[in-house]
């Protein structure tokens, strides 16, 4: 089960992460020119409803497509959206998921029962009309039955949210929320449900609070300078760099192995969410757009006019209070780092396990996340100095999204969370999995193996 909502979650983060640019385009349009923008102008801000009702979905359905059925899948899965968008009276952004992996699985499953049975001269011919034909079906049938069923559930959806909202009962979501991005459903959570359902409302009233649940920086900030001060052994150490990253740079994965190694420091991070979501509900924050990544410069880019000061407040308090609690915790549960120990073990074991990679042939290396933009960036600039610094830079180290690990890599370092899916991508590359993005320990023992040749 949890494997199965984890997929799904993944699935629809998979689709919105590719497309955050036009997303903060969108935001920034909106910011500057609608009525009560910074610079108010009817022509320019004529813009904003196109692109949250046409363009943003229909990229969002060309990337599910394309998922699932490559380039072809993509352009059958934009097909299949714009019946979903025009068969709806919202922006449709649910029913993009849907219309858009829809049409991508039905164009491969159509081009896997025409392999080899295509005369010579007619692939073209075939493909195009392929294509055309099972997009213009599907967008027919998203038009009249998926469009209108989509559109009630988000609806539905909004509706409990809304309920909420109005009740004072928004900040209880901190309590699922921050376990979940413990587990690596941070983006899932952020950009699978809390991205379209902001949308909508920054439409309607400027702002949206959904967009900060996740994305608040407080939490996690709070947390590691707890673990700067009152930290052991190589927590402490690592704590400070993994500041700078986790505000500044807002990679948010940096600090989940910190909770992991002492787990009851989830309590501070729910706390800390759930203080500044309530501030933020209370002063009536928000932001125009989604903050990827989660950084303090990204929050304050996507804030609105009227809105820093709740915005500033909802980041410091969630801070302060997550800090405070970690404090506490720290100081009475504490314990020395064990996980790291058992990383390095593993690491001996994959050692004595490996069947022998011709590391002189290595070429590429590829560090994997969930969406290829966040802790594999990071990682993958870390894992690059680091050979430069062996004499090893002939080795070229990329990163991208655990699902489309590149054929040519011949290792994947990837987090272990995340082990099973980079497998199933590349099968024949060999796997490193860590657990610590700043200072893993199986960095220097691939770097060892490389320089042995």
């Not at 959570?189 to 949206?208: D, K, M, W």
């Not at 709740?310 to 506490?328: D, H, P, Q, R």
């Not at 100081?331 to 996980?339: A, L, Y």
Request: proline share 5%; hydrophobic share 50%; aromatic share 8%.
């Amino acid at each position: 089960m949890k494997q199965a909502i984890q997929k799904i979650g993944r699935s629809l983060s998979a689709m919105v992460m590719p497309n955050l640019g036009a997303f903060i385009a969108w935001g920034l349009i909106t910011a500057l020119f609608i009525p009560t923008g910074w610079i108010p102008n009817e022509k320019l801000g004529n813009m904003v409803g196109p692109w949250l009702t046409y363009l943003l979905p229909l990229l969002i359905g060309y990337t599910g497509g394309k998922m699932v059925g490559g380039t072809r899948g993509g352009l059958v899965g934009a097909t299949a959206s714009i019946g979903v968008i025009m068969g709806a009276g919202i922006p449709m952004f649910l029913g993009a998921m849907i219309a858009g992996p829809l049409g991508g699985y039905c164009i491969k499953k159509f081009d896997e029962a025409t392999e080899g049975k295509i005369p010579a001269g007619f692939e073209m011919l075939v493909n195009n009309f392929s294509a055309g034909i099972i997009g213009g079906i599907l967008s027919i049938i998203c038009y009249l039955g998926i469009g209108p069923i989509a559109e009630a559930a988000t609806n539905g959806l909004g509706a409990g949210v809304g309920w909420l909202v109005e009740h004072g009962m928004l900040p209880f979501a901190s309590i699922l929320v921050e376990p979940a991005k413990i587990l690596f459903l941070n983006n899932a959570i952020n950009h699978g449900v809390f991205t379209p359902l902001g949308a909508q409302q920054s439409q309607e009233i400027g702002r949206s609070i959904y967009y900060m649940i996740e994305s608040n920086p407080g939490p996690g900030l709070g947390l590691l300078l707890a673990y700067c001060l009152i930290g052991k052994g190589s927590a402490k150490s690592n704590a400070p760099g993994a500041v700078i990253i986790h505000f500044f740079g807002g990679i948010h994965e940096i600090y989940f192995p910190f909770v992991l190694m002492n787990p009851v420091l989830i309590l501070a991070m729910i706390g800390g969410g759930f203080s500044g979501v309530l501030t933020l509900s209370i002063l009536g924050g928000g932001l125009v757009a989604p903050a990827s990544p989660g950084s303090i410069f990204a929050e304050l880019m996507m804030t609105p006019k009227g809105a820093y000061v709740a915005n500033i407040a909802g980041i410091l308090i969630g801070g302060g209070v997550s800090f405070l609690l970690s404090m506490v915790l720290l100081k009475v549960f504490g314990r020395e780092d064990s996980d790291l120990a058992a990383a390095r073990e593993s690491v001996r074991s994959m050692k004595a396990e490996s069947k022998g990679l011709g590391f002189s042939a290595v070429k590429k290396i590829v560090f994997a996340c969930d969406a290829g933009m966040g802790s594999s960036a990071m990682g993958s600039t870390k894992l690059r100095k680091k050979l430069q610094s062996a004499g090893l830079s002939a080795i070229a180290v990329v990163h991208s999204p655990v699902s489309e690990v590149p054929a040519d890599a011949d290792i994947i370092v990837v987090h272990k969370e995340l082990r099973e899916r980079a497998a199933a991508s590349n099968p024949n590359a060999r796997l490193v999995a860590i657990t610590d993005f700043l200072n893993a320990p199986e960095y220097e023992a691939l770097i060892a193996e490389l320089k042995k040749g």
